[in-house]
Nanobody
Framework: QVQLVESGGGLVQAGGSLRLSCAAS????????MAWYRQAPGKQRDLVAR???????NYADSVKGRFTISRDNAKNTVYLQMNSLKAEDTAVYYC?????????WGKGTLVTVSS
């Protein structure tokens, strides 16, 4: 069973940057599709960015050009570099791991962007 632990959230001013990390347990990390989702208060959980095992990526339109997802298979870790942060990026960010038959979530890390 894969377990995910997020870190790197916090309070940042608008225009600033943060890097989130998600460490995964287990030996199958390299074949997992990894993603970051976020959920703002009172809203649904939405996809922010996804990275496939082969390294291809896709992003929500709202973060294109500002956020970058990457993975280090040697460290079983996926990252989300967030630049030019806006107040509307404030949310709990969740790491997700997906493989056919398995869909695992972390507990989330809070990102607060002050304007």
């Amino acid at each position: 069973q894969v377990q995910l632990v997020e870190s790197g959230g916090g309070l940042v001013q608008a225009g600033g940057s943060l890097r989130l990390s998600c460490a995964a347990s287990g030996s199958i990390f390299s074949i997992l599709t990894m993603a970051w989702y976020r959920q703002a208060p009172g809203k649904q959980r939405d996809l922010v960015a996804r990275i496939l095992s082969a390294g291809s990526t896709n992003y929500a339109d709202s973060v294109k050009g500002r956020f970058t997802i990457s993975r280090d298979n040697a460290k079983n870790t996926v990252y989300l570099q967030m630049n030019s942060l806006k107040a509307e990026d404030t949310a709990v960010y969740y790491c997700n791991a997906y493989l056919t038959g398995a869909n695992v979530w972390g507990k989330g890390t809070l990102v607060t962007v002050s304007s």
